[in-house]
């Protein structure tokens, strides 16, 4: 049934990420996560019915933040259509910058791959490619830098419905 299910996703979910801290203290285990052999998790959404609000502080085990179940997209740079390449990222996202409370990001990159660093609450370094998506988390510094030639990639913009009018000037953006 639906509820056993559920109730058996979030005890491996409660399991998984306890063991997940244990095995990190091990100096073995974290050179391996920050091999480069190493993939972190894919999944971006989060699994339970929670508010952005209520998930602010929660991350995958690799410091990447967890978008919450219940936001919308509301808008995309570039334009639908359109992608930012390695020549054509603005310098506003080459910089530590954010998003205003409350709205979300997600970063896709389609072809090559582009570095994103989160510098809050605490700071990691995240290549993404085609597999792998970025979540920027509300009002947390971060930036991006383009690995490949070939990168291409846009920036999704996400919040919860209901939340006020969206009036965001984007520096170095050019939509």
């Avoid at 609000?53 to 933040?65: A, I, K, N, V, Y």
């Avoid at 990001?105 to 993404?128: D, N």
Wanted: glycine share 6%; charged share 20%; aromatic share 8%.
């Amino acid at each position: 049934s639906v509820i056993n299910k559920n109730y058996s996703f979030s005890l491996f979910t409660a399991a998984a990420t306890l063991a997940a801290c244990f095995i990190l203290l091990s100096p073995r285990v974290r050179a391996f996560v920050q091999s480069p052999s190493f993939r972190p998790l894919k999944s971006i959404l989060h699994p339970q019915k929670q508010s952005a609000l209520e998930c602010s502080s929660t991350h995958q085990p690799d410091g990447m933040p967890i978008l919450p179940s219940d936001v919308v997209k509301y808008s995309q740079v570039p334009k639908a259509g359109t992608q930012f390449t390695a020549q054509t990222i603005p310098s506003g996202l080459l910089k530590q910058h954010t998003t205003k409370k409350g709205t979300w990001g997600v970063i896709r990159v389609s072809t090559g791959k582009l570095e994103y660093t989160i510098h809050e609450p605490r700071s990691s370094v995240h290549v993404l490619d085609s597999e792998t998506v970025g979540v920027i988390e509300p009002t947390m510094l971060h930036q991006v830098k383009g690995l490949t030639d070939d990168v291409q990639f846009v920036v999704e913009f996400w919040r919860v419905p209901g939340t006020g009018v969206v009036d965001e000037k984007r520096e170095g953006l050019d939509e």
